[in-house]
Protein backbone atom coordinates (compact mmCIF):
# COMPACT_ATOMS: atom_id res chain seq x y z
CA UNK A 1 0.00 0.00 0.00
CA UNK A 2 1.25 3.09 -0.98
CA UNK A 3 0.46 5.83 1.19
CA UNK A 4 1.99 8.87 -0.40
CA UNK A 5 1.50 8.90 -3.83
CA UNK A 6 3.42 11.46 -6.40
CA UNK A 7 3.41 12.58 -9.45
CA UNK A 8 4.36 13.11 -12.49
CA UNK A 9 7.45 10.74 -12.57
CA UNK A 10 8.88 13.33 -14.69
CA UNK A 11 8.90 16.92 -15.89
CA UNK A 12 10.49 19.14 -18.13
CA UNK A 13 10.22 22.79 -17.68
CA UNK A 14 11.45 25.89 -19.90
CA UNK A 15 13.91 28.85 -17.57
CA UNK A 16 11.75 30.77 -15.82
CA UNK A 17 8.21 28.76 -16.23
CA UNK A 18 6.84 27.15 -13.33
CA UNK A 19 7.12 23.62 -11.92
CA UNK A 20 4.18 21.76 -10.00
CA UNK A 21 4.30 18.19 -8.51
CA UNK A 22 1.31 17.09 -6.98
CA UNK A 23 1.00 14.40 -4.18
CA UNK A 24 -1.89 12.79 -2.00
CA UNK A 25 -1.49 11.09 0.74
CA UNK A 26 -3.87 8.52 2.39
CA UNK A 27 -3.52 8.43 6.14
CA UNK A 28 -5.31 11.23 8.04
CA UNK A 29 -2.68 10.79 11.12
CA UNK A 30 -0.16 12.37 9.13
CA UNK A 31 0.93 16.04 10.97
CA UNK A 32 3.97 16.98 8.33
CA UNK A 33 4.70 17.07 5.17
CA UNK A 34 8.20 18.21 3.45
CA UNK A 35 9.55 18.15 0.38
CA UNK A 36 12.77 17.21 -0.43
CA UNK A 37 15.47 18.13 -3.36
CA UNK A 38 18.00 15.62 -3.61
CA UNK A 39 20.94 15.67 -6.39
CA UNK A 40 22.73 12.69 -7.94
CA UNK A 41 25.35 11.35 -5.41
CA UNK A 42 23.53 13.40 -2.74
CA UNK A 43 21.28 12.62 0.20
CA UNK A 44 17.79 14.18 0.22
CA UNK A 45 18.00 17.63 1.71
CA UNK A 46 14.80 19.36 3.34
CA UNK A 47 12.95 22.05 0.98
CA UNK A 48 10.31 23.07 2.74
CA UNK A 49 7.62 21.62 4.65
CA UNK A 50 4.06 22.62 5.60
CA UNK A 51 1.69 21.18 8.61
CA UNK A 52 -1.91 20.71 8.03
CA UNK A 53 -3.23 23.72 10.14
CA UNK A 54 -2.37 25.94 7.09
CA UNK A 55 -3.34 25.67 3.82
CA UNK A 56 -0.04 27.51 1.96
CA UNK A 57 3.53 28.03 2.57
CA UNK A 58 5.67 30.10 0.65
CA UNK A 59 9.74 30.41 0.81
CA UNK A 60 11.66 32.43 -1.97
CA UNK A 61 10.60 30.56 -5.37
CA UNK A 62 9.09 27.48 -3.52
CA UNK A 63 5.64 27.69 -2.63
CA UNK A 64 3.66 24.31 -1.17
CA UNK A 65 -0.47 24.13 -1.50
CA UNK A 66 -2.38 21.99 1.10
CA UNK A 67 -5.55 20.98 0.28
CA UNK A 68 -6.36 18.94 3.73
CA UNK A 69 -10.03 17.71 2.39
CA UNK A 70 -8.99 16.24 -0.74
CA UNK A 71 -5.96 14.74 1.23
CA UNK A 72 -3.49 16.39 -1.70
CA UNK A 73 -0.71 18.69 -1.62
CA UNK A 74 1.94 20.17 -4.07
CA UNK A 75 5.03 21.85 -4.82
CA UNK A 76 5.02 24.76 -6.58
CA UNK A 77 8.54 26.34 -8.12
CA UNK A 78 8.32 29.78 -9.34
CA UNK A 79 11.11 31.12 -12.27
CA UNK A 80 12.52 27.55 -12.80
CA UNK A 81 15.96 27.85 -13.18
CA UNK A 82 18.26 24.87 -14.79
CA UNK A 83 20.07 24.74 -10.99
CA UNK A 84 16.85 23.46 -9.67
CA UNK A 85 16.77 20.31 -11.93
CA UNK A 86 17.10 17.53 -9.68
CA UNK A 87 14.65 14.68 -8.16
CA UNK A 88 11.98 15.93 -5.66
CA UNK A 89 10.40 14.10 -3.00
CA UNK A 90 7.11 14.19 -1.43
CA UNK A 91 6.45 12.89 2.10
CA UNK A 92 4.90 12.67 5.49
CA UNK A 93 4.73 11.85 8.86
CA UNK A 94 3.27 11.25 11.95
CA UNK A 95 4.53 13.16 15.46
CA UNK A 96 8.20 13.37 14.07
CA UNK A 97 8.22 9.55 13.55
CA UNK A 98 9.52 7.84 10.06
CA UNK A 99 8.95 10.06 6.88
CA UNK A 100 7.21 8.22 4.18
CA UNK A 101 8.25 9.40 1.06
CA UNK A 102 6.38 9.45 -2.59
CA UNK A 103 8.78 7.68 -5.14
CA UNK A 104 9.92 11.18 -7.05
CA UNK A 105 9.70 13.27 -9.61
CA UNK A 106 12.49 14.03 -11.67
CA UNK A 107 12.86 18.11 -13.34
CA UNK A 108 14.49 19.03 -16.09
CA UNK A 109 14.23 22.56 -16.56
CA UNK A 110 15.39 23.41 -19.78
CA UNK A 111 18.47 26.36 -20.01
CA UNK B 1 28.24 23.28 11.71
CA UNK B 2 28.92 19.68 10.19
CA UNK B 3 25.88 17.66 9.37
CA UNK B 4 25.19 14.02 9.40
CA UNK B 5 27.92 12.10 8.00
CA UNK B 6 28.35 8.03 6.87
CA UNK B 7 31.20 5.87 6.18
CA UNK B 8 31.87 4.18 3.85
CA UNK B 9 31.16 6.26 0.96
CA UNK B 10 31.21 3.29 -1.12
CA UNK B 11 30.96 -0.45 0.19
CA UNK B 12 31.60 -3.19 -2.65
CA UNK B 13 31.01 -6.38 -0.62
CA UNK B 14 30.47 -10.04 -1.95
CA UNK B 15 27.00 -12.30 -1.27
CA UNK B 16 27.32 -13.85 2.16
CA UNK B 17 29.69 -11.37 3.91
CA UNK B 18 29.12 -9.26 6.72
CA UNK B 19 29.04 -5.24 6.33
CA UNK B 20 28.71 -2.31 9.01
CA UNK B 21 27.49 1.10 7.92
CA UNK B 22 28.04 3.95 9.90
CA UNK B 23 26.43 7.57 10.63
CA UNK B 24 27.49 10.33 12.91
CA UNK B 25 24.33 12.93 13.40
CA UNK B 26 24.73 16.51 13.80
CA UNK B 27 25.53 17.14 17.27
CA UNK B 28 23.17 17.70 20.11
CA UNK B 29 20.19 15.55 17.66
CA UNK B 30 18.75 12.40 19.69
CA UNK B 31 16.85 11.29 16.85
CA UNK B 32 18.18 8.84 14.34
CA UNK B 33 17.11 7.17 11.34
CA UNK B 34 18.53 4.80 8.93
CA UNK B 35 16.18 4.61 5.80
CA UNK B 36 17.16 2.69 2.59
CA UNK B 37 17.09 3.86 -1.38
CA UNK B 38 17.30 1.79 -4.13
CA UNK B 39 17.19 3.52 -7.98
CA UNK B 40 14.65 5.25 -8.65
CA UNK B 41 12.61 5.05 -5.64
CA UNK B 42 12.26 7.25 -2.51
CA UNK B 43 14.14 6.10 0.87
CA UNK B 44 12.37 3.96 2.60
CA UNK B 45 12.30 3.25 6.31
CA UNK B 46 14.43 0.74 8.32
CA UNK B 47 14.90 1.90 12.14
CA UNK B 48 14.58 4.61 13.93
CA UNK B 49 16.30 5.73 17.60
CA UNK B 50 15.31 8.10 20.34
CA UNK B 51 18.88 8.07 22.01
CA UNK B 52 20.29 4.79 22.64
CA UNK B 53 17.14 2.26 22.26
CA UNK B 54 15.74 1.59 18.84
CA UNK B 55 12.00 3.29 19.13
CA UNK B 56 10.84 1.52 15.97
CA UNK B 57 12.67 -0.98 13.75
CA UNK B 58 9.49 -1.68 11.96
CA UNK B 59 10.70 -1.36 8.51
CA UNK B 60 13.97 -3.76 9.17
CA UNK B 61 13.09 -5.98 6.10
CA UNK B 62 14.72 -9.38 7.87
CA UNK B 63 16.73 -10.50 11.36
CA UNK B 64 19.85 -10.04 8.99
CA UNK B 65 19.51 -6.42 9.64
CA UNK B 66 20.34 -5.11 13.06
CA UNK B 67 21.55 -1.55 14.52
CA UNK B 68 22.74 -0.10 17.16
CA UNK B 69 23.45 3.45 19.28
CA UNK B 70 25.07 2.45 22.20
CA UNK B 71 25.95 6.02 23.38
CA UNK B 72 23.17 7.77 21.83
CA UNK B 73 25.24 9.51 18.89
CA UNK B 74 26.79 7.53 16.42
CA UNK B 75 24.88 4.05 14.53
CA UNK B 76 26.27 1.06 13.28
CA UNK B 77 23.50 -0.55 10.76
CA UNK B 78 25.05 -4.21 10.28
CA UNK B 79 24.18 -6.41 7.38
CA UNK B 80 24.81 -10.23 8.10
CA UNK B 81 24.79 -12.72 4.81
CA UNK B 82 24.42 -9.89 2.43
CA UNK B 83 22.43 -10.64 -0.59
CA UNK B 84 22.40 -8.82 -4.04
CA UNK B 85 18.91 -7.91 -3.20
CA UNK B 86 21.04 -5.50 0.05
CA UNK B 87 22.46 -3.56 -2.95
CA UNK B 88 21.17 0.39 -2.20
CA UNK B 89 21.88 3.59 -0.96
CA UNK B 90 21.64 3.56 3.11
CA UNK B 91 20.81 6.87 4.05
CA UNK B 92 21.05 8.37 7.68
CA UNK B 93 19.22 11.40 9.41
CA UNK B 94 18.70 12.92 12.61
CA UNK B 95 16.42 15.20 14.29
CA UNK B 96 16.26 17.23 17.24
CA UNK B 97 13.26 16.14 19.70
CA UNK B 98 10.75 18.77 21.16
CA UNK B 99 8.21 20.98 19.07
CA UNK B 100 8.17 21.53 15.46
CA UNK B 101 11.58 21.17 15.23
CA UNK B 102 11.69 17.51 15.66
CA UNK B 103 9.68 16.98 12.87
CA UNK B 104 12.49 18.29 10.09
CA UNK B 105 15.20 14.99 9.53
CA UNK B 106 18.36 16.12 8.09
CA UNK B 107 19.85 13.43 6.01
CA UNK B 108 23.67 12.33 5.09
CA UNK B 109 25.53 11.42 1.73
CA UNK B 110 24.33 7.93 1.59
CA UNK B 111 26.52 4.90 1.87
CA UNK B 112 25.86 2.69 -1.98
CA UNK B 113 26.46 -0.57 -0.68
CA UNK B 114 26.80 -2.81 -3.97
CA UNK B 115 26.83 -6.68 -3.28
CA UNK B 116 28.48 -8.65 -6.03
Known amino acids: QQQVKQSPQSLIVQKGGISIINCAYE??????FPWYQQFPGKGPALLIAIRPDVSEKKEGRFTISFNKSAKQFSLHIMDSQPGDSATYFC??????????FGKGTRLHILP | GAGVSQTPSNKVTEKGKYVELRCDPISGHTALYWYRQSLGQGPEFLIYFQGTGAADDSGLPNDRFFAVRPEGSVSTLKIQRTERGDSAVYLCASSLTGGFSSYEQYFGPGTRLTVT
Open chain 1, 27 to 32: NTAFDY
Open chain 1, 91 to 100: AASNLGDKII
